[in-house]
């Protein structure tokens, strides 16, 4: 079992900068990717960046350039430092974690870029 568990979200005018933490606990091991998904409003959750155990990456089109995702040795702690913030960007963040069977999800942390 995995468990996930966001934090770093909050208010930030537009071109500002926050960093998401992800602290995982449980069977680690049985991670192979994790990553940062967001939900806006009245839309579906979509991905925004996730990483490998070998440290490939992949972005949304929409934040290329202004996040960067990274993690630990352990993959136990997995980060997104997000800068240039835009209104658009405003959404709940969640963390999640693929595991060889099953997926994993935190509660989500809400991030709120004011115009």
């Known amino acids: 079992q995995v468990q996930l568990v966001e934090s770093g979200g909050g208010l930030v005018q537009a071109g500002g900068s926050l960093r998401l933490s992800c602290a995982t606990s449980?069977?680690?091991?049985?991670?192979?990717?994790k990553g940062w998904y967001r939900q806006a409003p009245g839309k579906q959750r979509e991905l925004v960046a996730i990483i490998t155990r070998d440290g490939s990456t992949n972005y949304a089109d929409s934040v290329k350039g202004r996040f960067t995702i990274s993690r630990d040795n352990a993959m136990r702690t997995v980060y997104l430092q997000m800068n240039s913030l835009k209104p658009e960007d405003t959404a709940v963040y969640y963390c999640y974690a693929q595991g060889v069977v099953v997926n994993y999800w935190g509660q989500g942390t809400q991030v709120t870029v004011s115009s």
């Open positions: 449980g069977n680690i091991f049985s991670v192979r990717v």
